[in-house]
Every structure is written in structure tokens, then in C-alpha cells.
């Protein structure tokens, strides 16, 4: 499956933004979907996931109450939405279809998108 993300900017503390992720092909709706981002000279890390069907969703403490995972399979796209976005958000956000079912994890993801910048001011 192909990823393609959408929806990063500058946007001031407090603020929200939504990131999309398009798929390609047909088979969207048999992979879970993740999000994870990557901050300057930090690691990747996992922010957010969700089961194939849409009704279980994960995330990483520090966002648990302000982010938002969700899907459509009928239009191949994963969304997350981001509500009090703070200057630690600021990173590259990725979307990723999982390969099984341990979401947490950076290697069960095997289709990466480009990544988009989001950039929190204080």
C-alpha cells in the first residue's frame, strides 16, 4: 500500500490541525494504520493507532485527550486530528500500515508515508 500525507503547517500554541493519509489500492481496509513522529535529533516515535475496522484506537500517553485517530475506508484514509497542539509537538508526523497487530511497535509497520512537518510556536 502507498501513504501519502497531508494536512501539517505552523500553527500557534493551543491551536489544533488534522493530518490525512490517502492510501492506494484496495486493500486498505485489511491493515491497521498508525501514526508516529519524529522531532530534530530524536527517534521515531509511535503517537497514535487504530484496528482495521476503526473501533479500537491506541495512543501514546502524552497525547491521550488532545489527539484523535480515526478512518474511512471507504475513501482509504486515516486522519488524526490534533486539538492543544504544544511546542513538543512540533515534529514530522508519518503515517505507516501495520503488518500485524502490535501497534506500539516502530518495526510492525511496513508502508511509510512521506511525512508531514508540523511546527507548534509557543
Known amino acids: 500500500v502507498q501513504l501519502q500525507a497531508s494536512g501539517g503547517g505552523l500553527v500557534q500554541a493551543g491551536g489544533s490541525l488534522r493530518l490525512s493519509c490517502a492510501a492506494s489500492g484496495r486493500t486498505f481496509s485489511t491493515y491497521g494504520m498508525g501514526w508516529f513522529r519524529q522531532a530534530p535529533r530524536k527517534e521515531r516515535e509511535f503517537v497514535a493507532a487504530?484496528?482495521?475496522?476503526?473501533?479500537?484506537?491506541y495512543y501514546t500517553n502524552s497525547v491521550k485527550g488532545r489527539f484523535t485517530i480515526s478512518r474511512d475506508n471507504a475513501k482509504n484514509t486515516v486522519y488524526l486530528q490534533m486539538n492543544s497542539l504544544k511546542p513538543e509537538d512540533t515534529a514530522v508526523y508519518y503515517c505507516a500500515a501495520a503488518g500485524g497487530d502490535n501497534y506500539y511497535y516502530l518495526g510492525n509497520y511496513n508502508s511509510w508515508g512521506q511525512g508531514a512537518q508540523v511546527t507548534v510556536s509557543p
Open positions: 487504530i484496528s482495521r475496522s476503526g473501533d479500537t484506537t
